[in-house]
């Protein structure tokens, strides 16, 4: 009997969250797919049943693998560098004698600040005649670079914001991870000869490896979505240069009113980000089988 009270009161004490959590979620979920297959529109008195013709005209439209190709070089090439930086300075400082308290307290503050205010703030940096970019390589001797009017370095200048705004989050994650490793087993291998090349690779690294791999699906999740600091930097521009599927089902479902295709799209990234997050889930619970 007491049991049964237990179980009764736990469900009384899920049921709000629970609903919260399916009207919030469940709902636009539903709404968003039904819209999808309907030719909804601002233009559009009537909206009427099309069936599949909104993903058959979407994936027949050159600017959506466009778009979905610069989605994934945004996304993969700048989680690599966010991991590859993230890494060496966690493994940096964990070598250091010294409480370097400051130095972490600093390498935090941009992912701490306001996104819209730092994203100015870059493109106040990347303007080609004011920016202060271009008059560091000016004074380096250096040719000025035209950076968010050129569709090569307006996507580095995109690429190199987001590894500048998230390659804290990898750093965090990572000194939580090296700070949970036992004394013991590093000082075991120092004793075995292990230098420092050897410590990272074969004690560290594949200790923390679980952690690098929810990191990356985390960022990866994130990044597949950038909208902000595009949208801020670039617009999107020069041209098409820089439009992910996040800005094109922006343009698709917000600017122009074309619901019905914005949600097509919204739907087609949702499936492409699951797949990810599977494959990463998966590789995630081998490696926990192995440990």
Not at 201 to 217: D, H
Request: aromatic share 14%; hydrophobic share 55%; net charge positive.
């Amino acid at each position: 009997m007491l049991e049964q009270r237990k179980t009764r009161a736990k469900r009384l004490f899920l049921a709000p969250i629970t609903l919260f959590l399916l009207v919030m979620t469940v709902f636009p979920l539903g709404y968003l797919l039904v819209i999808s297959f309907t030719d909804r529109a601002a233009t559009n008195q009537d909206t009427q049943f099309v069936g599949l013709d909104n993903y058959i005209s979407m994936f027949g439209l050159e600017q959506f693998w466009r778009s979905l190709g610069l989605t994934l070089i945004i996304a993969f090439t700048s989680v690599f560098l966010q991991l590859v930086l993230g890494f060496f300075a966690a493994i940096s400082l964990s070598f250091a004698r010294r409480n370097l308290w400051v130095l972490r307290t600093l390498f935090i503050i941009p992912m701490a600040a306001a996104p819209v205010a730092v994203l100015f703030n870059w493109r106040y940096m990347f303007n080609t005649s004011t920016g202060i970019l271009n008059y560091l390589l000016e004074r380096l001797g250096l040719p000025a670079v035209d950076w968010l009017n050129s569709g090569v370095t307006a996507l580095i200048s995109v690429v190199m914001v987001e590894v500048w705004t998230w390659t804290p989050f990898i750093f965090i994650i990572l000194v939580g991870a090296l700070a949970a490793i036992p004394e013991e087993v590093v000082e075991a291998a120092s004793l075995d000869g292990a230098n420092r090349r050897q410590l990272i690779w074969l004690v560290y690294f594949p200790l923390i490896s679980p952690f690098l791999l929810v990191a990356t699906l985390l960022r990866l999740i994130d990044a597949l979505k950038t909208f902000d600091s595009i949208q801020v930097l670039t617009s999107g521009g020069p041209g098409y240069d820089t439009t992910t599927l996040n800005h094109l089902i922006f343009l698709d479902g917000i600017r122009f009113l074309r619901f019905a295709e914005g949600a097509a799209s919204t739907v087609v990234l949702l499936i492409i980000i699951i797949v990810i997050a599977r494959v990463f889930y998966n590789r995630l619970l081998s490696l926990r089988e192995l440990t």
